[in-house]
């Protein structure tokens, strides 16, 4: 309760913002057979996929980013309303009210631009030598949506929870996440710390202990923007889904990275977590450890040091007796 206190006292002033957000050049639910740039899914509508929950909240998004606006604008130019959609239109909009250019373009797109599917794609890419990790291919519209999301909790994540997660602007040639990366190399020096990792911790976020974690109105766009079903290729059946998300999700790291903050700073101030790593005092580090399990989180007992000489975080080792270890 007292984590659940700490993310509504961080999501209080949460607002969306439709104009940050970055693209990504990867494969959506409906394959590119490898032209995935930004320039192939504009131009292309087949790539303009979304599930049915997100479409309202992704006309938003499409409707006030003046990139996005303008080239759906140029698609539905070619896609002539027949008259019967008119005088739906209009009966509808005579009982709703509003905006009604918005809701002109919102239904267009609805009708003529959105492909709709049902969920994402389940699909696997190596983790290591021996073991392969799940992610889900997500429909393109529902990405950019969910990574102005994340967006959005970076900067409540660097604002509340003093965790930078979208680098220095000063280190223009290290990658994102870098300063976060950065500050838990540092940390593991101190033997005062504990350093936590979890097994197949982006496949644990349930969705249950989200809806109790967030804000209700957090979580519903939480809840909208993601596939609520997943494709499997082996079976050709979609199934539901009890985790709120996998990798390739847009928000699945920032969420994670909050969830486990707020478990972890609900006990230690000066703990910080990137991702599924966690730095928390060693006094703290039993009660965190019980505390995330039982939010269904698996601790890596192999990659987990409490009360140890040897430390490891974010690809870096320490050891008391000997300092930094490279090899």
Known sequence: YRSQNIIHEALKGFKLDYSAFDVSSGETVCSANGRTSLYQKLRNPKFWTVTADAA?????????????????????????????????????????????????????????????????????????????????????????LQRCISSSFRKVLKEYFKIELTGNDDMKYKPDYYFGQDKHQEMIKNPLYATVDFRNASNSTALTTCSFMFPPRVFKLLRISRSEFVYTKHDDTYHYLNMLSAMGNGYTFEVMTLLLAALAQGLDKTARVYGDDVIIKNRHAKQFIELAEFCGYHVNAEKTFVDSLFRESCGAFYHDDHGYIQS
């Not at 980013?65 to 309303?81: C, D, E, I, Q, T």
């Not at 509808?92 to 049902?118: E, H, N, P, W």
């Open 56 to 144: 309202d909240e992704v006309c938003k998004l499409v409707y006030y980013n003046r990139g996005l606006k303008r080239m759906a604008m140029s698609h539905l130019r070619r896609m002539k309303p027949s008259r019967s959609f008119w005088k739906n239109f209009y009966k509808t909009v005579c009982f709703t009210g509003g905006d009604i250019g918005f809701q002109c373009f919102s239904a267009m797109c609805k009708k003529y631009l959105f492909r709709f599917v049902l969920g994402s794609r389940c699909e696997t890419v190596p983790k290591n030598n021996t073991a392969r990790r799940t992610i889900n291919v997500e429909a393109w519209l529902n990405i950019l």
